[in-house]
């Protein structure tokens, strides 16, 4: 696992507490792309999270990015996110 999948797992497991949390890097299908140049990831992420509960898709997205900003900031380049609530 490297480092900022390491930062992003911790960010979102504290935040959210999650039942299902999977980080996939994708940053090697990326590589020659201009946001891959400077060393920014690429990530996949899937996350359930009870946080979600009645939200629509694009207010749990807005959640999730808040919660890394920095690091899309500095270590992410692109976070494509598919996050919802636990089945009820």
């Known amino acids: 696992m490297s480092s900022r999948e390491n930062l992003l797992r911790q960010r979102l497991e504290s935040r959210f507490t999650p039942s299902v949390l999977i980080i996939q890097d ?3 299908l990326h590589v ?3 946001g891959a140049a400077g060393g920014h990831g690429h990530f996949r992420v899937t996350i359930v999270a009870e946080a979600f ?3 629509p898709p694009v207010a749990r997205h807005r959640l999730v990015y ?3 900003d920095d690091l899309l900031r500095t270590d992410i380049h692109a976070l494509a996110i598919e996050a919802s609530p636990p089945p009820a």
Do not use: I
Request: no cysteine.
């Open 53 to 55: 509960r009645g939200m």
């Open 26 to 28: 994708e940053s090697h």
């Open 66 to 68: 808040a919660a890394v």
């Open 32 to 34: 020659g792309h201009a």
